[in-house]
T-cell receptor, first 115, second 112 residues
Framework: DAGVTQSPTHLIKTRGQQVTLRCSPK?????VSWYQQALGQGPQFIFQ???????QRGNFPDRFSGHQYPNYSSELNVNALLLGDSALYLC??????????????FGPGTRLTVT | DAKTTQPTSMDCAEGRAANLPCNHS???????VYWYRQIHSQGPQYIIH???NNETNEMASLIITEDRKSSTLILPHATLRDTAVYYC?????????????FGKGTRLSVIA
């Protein structure tokens, strides 16, 4: 059973550029959430996708956008990169709705460095 | 903002029990206490959750006080591989996909 996978593992970009990060959810999951984790901090919620639509959003600017495909995989796009966007970007998958306990499974993350 | 307060760091001797406290004095009646941990350079990993009764699984035990204002995560026999940042989170469990709100967590160092 494949867990959550993310690509690339590491990425270095220059200020002002654009970046796309990718996530494949755990088998059987239909919802993808993205989190940003700055050095020394806990992860912060960016947004969540279900049925190819953004369902919830945290306190992040419009430079952060996303997409979900029919196979439930997802992308996180960040435009006009700032030095402060340097962080570990985590993808978490889960099952929307239904009964029972809702655990989010996290991928290993993508380390983005903006220079 | 996180609704929990945890110590910044703790040490534990290998083989001993690690007891990680968490304060959540403003917890609501429908909110559960969740624990996740994050080993260096990995994504967070679910450990355990509970509402008001004590819970135990293969990884840990969760003790919740009767007034539900605090809890303790217990790793009964800590190993070096338990060195990680541990996050205590309160969350409505049956909301499907309510985002996790992380604080800074407790950095547990297990020492040989």
């Amino acid at each position: 059973d494949a867990g959550v996978t993310q690509s690339p593992t590491h990425l270095i970009k220059t200020r002002g550029q654009q970046v796309t990060l990718r996530c494949s959810p755990k088998s059987g999951h239909d919802t993808v959430s993205w989190y940003q984790q700055a050095l020394g901090q806990g992860p912060q919620f960016i947004f969540q996708y279900y049925e190819e639509e953004e369902r919830q959003r945290g306190n992040f600017p419009d430079r952060f956008s996303g997409h979900q495909y029919p196979n439930y995989s997802s992308e996180l796009n960040v435009n006009a990169l700032l030095l402060g966007d340097s962080a570990l970007y985590l993808c978490a998958s889960s099952l929307f709705g239904g009964q029972g306990f809702y655990e989010q499974y996290f991928g290993p993350g993508t380390r983005l460095t903006v220079t | 903002d996180a609704k929990t307060t945890q110590p910044t760091s703790m040490d534990c001797a290998e083989g001993r029990a690690a007891n990680l406290p968490c304060n959540h004095s403003t917890i609501s009646g429908n909110e559960y206490v969740y624990w996740y941990r994050q080993i260096h350079s990995q994504g967070p990993q679910y450990i355990i959750h509970g509402l008001k009764n004590n819970e135990t699984n293969e990884m840990a035990s969760l003790i919740i006080t009767e007034d539900r204002k605090s809890s303790t995560l217990i790793l009964p026999h800590a190993t070096l591989r338990d060195t990680a940042v541990y996050y205590c989170i309160v969350r409505v469990a049956r909301s499907g996909n309510t985002p996790l709100v992380f604080g800074k967590g407790t950095r547990l160092s297990v020492i040989a």
